[in-house]
């Protein structure tokens, strides 16, 4: 299939739309990308994703793939060049699609609670939830440089929103040394994940995303 | 692998352990199978699961793989030699996976507020609000006997929360004609859906789904 029919419709700031960005470079496909407006989406959205209007949707020869864990694993089936994104053994492939979905379900949320808590009390209570879930995170990673092992796969993608999205929003409520100071094995994966230079090109300068989280939470710290 | 392996940990009245139970019969494997107390969880379900310590869990040769969608994928790339559960084409793999995500993100929690609403005013919103979902449903099934085509696929398994919780649900709130009168196509795949030998084997007797429904939603309806 033909890479110059690929394109993305994405966000700058969303880790969703990262995730994608990440798959595609590490395939190596080549995609047009169109950046949307959230407060004023363009009809190709509206009209790739009716039901739930939401980046990112890649289109495929003008086909759409919508919802991030779908993308990526419709990137991994599509383009067998690349280095997999999934694992070969399947009960390998059924605890990485376990971890991605936990992320997105556990973790996101916990961050955008955490950044979007009013007062010390329900800081805390966000912080207390989110760090059960590290500690979930820290055991998986123990003894390996990648959730993938030696590389970057499926879980290590997903897990945008730790190694850059939840490190913002520490920095924003003012406890930016929880991870180094409590979760030692995450912040040693976090520096090994953003090393890499695709990832590294693909997600967004942390004082950009600092500013926009900022602005969203409406926060002074 | 040997099938004499393989244990399921379930609740006979969840949708979730249910779309286990009808993929492991569609792959013909045997399977050993214990009925969880929610209110007493097993060492073996907290052990597994220590996570969510929600059921369904699947054992197989000892290892535990979570989350029923996981399953799903899980046994359709172990157990070849059954009907596929997945599609073939990644293009249709993705919409079906979206489908199935779109089943327990937004269907299902809607089936559980119609259930769980208080009074006229909230029902009716709830109402509202699963019909939006059930146009997608509709449309996407206009001109198919099955979401998978001829056959009985993903989406249909995760449809069973369509098939018969929310027809107990509707029974239990006094309005058991909706499908059939608003929704005439996914009224005849319920039919031809429940018409099946194995998913009408597995799935739970519907006087007793609904008994069980008004103990749960505590109502007299």
């Not at 999205?165 to 994966?189: A, N, R, S, T, Y």
């Not at 090994?192 to 939470?217: G, K």
């Amino acid at each position: 299939m033909g890479d110059q029919e690929v394109k993305l419709l994405g966000v700058w700031a969303s880790p969703f739309s990262k995730r994608v960005e990440i798959a595609l470079k590490m395939k190596g496909v080549s995609y047009e990308y169109a950046e949307e407006d959230l407060s004023n989406k363009s009809p190709e959205l509206l009209k790739y994703n009716p039901v739930h209007k939401k980046v990112p949707v890649l289109l495929h020869s003008g086909r759409p793939i919508c919802e991030s864990l779908v993308i990526l694993e419709y990137i991994d089936e599509t383009w067998k060049s690349g280095p997999s994104i999934f694992p070969e053994d399947p009960c390998a492939r059924a605890r990485a699609r376990f971890l991605a979905k936990f992320m997105d379900e556990k973790c996101y949320p916990d961050i955008w609670k955490i950044g979007g808590s009013k007062g010390e009390e329900e800081r805390e209570k966000a912080i207390e939830e989110a760090t059960e879930h590290l500690v979930t995170l820290e055991n998986e990673l123990r003894g390996k440089k990648f959730f993938g092992g030696d590389e970057i796969g499926l879980v290590d993608i997903t897990a945008n929103t730790i190694a850059l999205w939840l490190v913002v929003v520490l920095e924003m409520v003012g406890i930016k040394f929880l991870l180094k100071d409590k979760f030692p094995v995450i912040d040693e994966w976090i520096n090994n994940y953003l090393d890499n230079s695709i990832v590294r090109e693909t997600l967004p300068v942390r004082q950009d995303l600092l500013a926009y989280c900022r602005s969203v939470f409406q926060c002074s710290n």
